[in-house]
């Protein structure tokens, strides 16, 4: 009988897919992830809190499953919060989703997945595995349910990760999921979807960042494109790329963040038309359909997870980075987000926007 580890959140997605599992004959256990301490960080969390860890067990004990808790708060730290606070404050802004997949949920679970004999890794993510005979490579692929669909996050993902990853949600609509876990009388059937950042669902990153480093982020000057000084900033760390929203100025019409310079502490806005730009760079790149990147390829990309996919050039640049060029002008690029290239519903890759 083959072995599963499920990794566990609570939710109703990660619950399904341990029912799906064991229906399907794997011998599976429940693995919930503590990745930070609540008092700590905020009170009132979205996903993570110890309910989370009394639903998943409630769960597991339904399904007649052990349920296992293991304690990542100092990797968590050091790998997801240490780097979204560094990207913020050197004027980034971070996708910290990708990065807990990433250096968290993936790589730890699948080493206790090999240590302790398990074959597969297994998660409620809504996306697809797949595999391709001629280039004997293994492929991700977009969950059938678009509106749901998670590939974005996942692009990071290794060729090793892949060949031991079951996603069992890809071919179910999110009404599918939910009917499965009421016919089944789990706790979270109806339990809400975590909609924000674990460790800062109210939205408010600065406060967060704030509180957590015990630093202050000095006022500064928002300046248009010429350096004319058109009011005062809060602190740079409160504002991302394409805001216009919270800049609390009196302005002749409406003008949006398009720069952060950390160096003078200035926070540059322009018109919504000159927000637009059709090339951008990035570094820290993962291939996943391809083992490598040689010449130019026509590819689609998503410079963040809700936006729409855009036809592109995809070039290859010295170290490892790599230069996209839309065949029209995208809004808001941002430094810090993930760029993810697709080929139709097939990841080709991704990496991080410099």
């Not at 892949?162 to 999921?177: C, D, F, M, R, Y």
């Not at 109806?190 to 015990?214: E, H, L, M, W």
């Amino acid at each position: 009988m083959p072995k599963a580890i499920i990794a566990m959140s609570g939710g109703v997605d990660s619950s399904v897919a341990a029912f799906l599992m064991k229906q399907h004959g794997y011998d599976i256990i429940g693995i919930t992830l503590k990745l930070h301490g609540e008092k700590n960080i905020i009170e009132e969390q979205s996903c993570c809190t110890t309910q989370d860890i009394i639903d998943a067990k409630a769960v597991c004990d339904r399904l007649g499953v052990e349920h296992r808790v293991v304690d990542l708060e100092s990797n968590f730290k050091e790998y997801v919060i240490d780097r979204f606070i560094a990207s913020y404050i050197s004027g980034g802004t971070p996708n910290p989703c990708v990065d807990c997949n990433r250096f968290i949920k993936f790589s730890k679970l699948l080493s206790i997945a090999k240590e302790e004999g398990y074959d597969y890794v297994v998660t409620g993510h809504y996306a697809r595995v797949g595999y391709d005979d001629s280039t004997d490579r293994y492929l991700l692929k977009k969950g059938l349910d678009e509106s749901k669909d998670q590939s974005y996050v996942l692009y990071s993902l290794t060729q090793d990760a892949l060949s031991h990853l079951k996603l069992p949600l890809g071919e179910l609509s999110k009404a599918q999921v939910r009917e499965i876990a009421e016919q089944n009388g789990f706790v979270n059937a109806d339990k809400k979807d975590s909609q924000d950042i674990c460790f800062v669902p109210n939205g408010k990153y600065a406060d967060f960042i704030t509180r957590f480093t015990g630093k202050s982020f000095p006022d500064g000057d928002f300046v248009d494109l010429s350096g004319k000084v058109l009011g005062t900033h809060k602190g740079i760390i409160r504002y991302t790329i394409g805001q216009r929203k919270g800049l609390n100025l009196a302005l002749p019409q409406p003008m949006y963040v398009c720069k952060k310079d950390v160096d003078s502490n200035t926070v540059t806005l322009c018109l919504d038309e000159q927000l637009w730009s059709s090339v951008l760079f990035a570094d820290d790149v993962n291939f996943i359909s391809i083992k490598e990147l040689t010449e130019p390829i026509e590819v689609e990309a998503k410079i963040r997870y809700k936006h729409t996919q855009a036809k592109a050039m995809l070039y290859p640049l010295e170290d490892g980075k790599i230069k996209l060029e839309f065949l029209q002008p995208q809004r808001a690029i941002t430094k810090g987000q993930a760029v993810v290239m697709y080929n139709g519903n097939t990841v080709v890759g991704g990496g991080t926007i410099i």
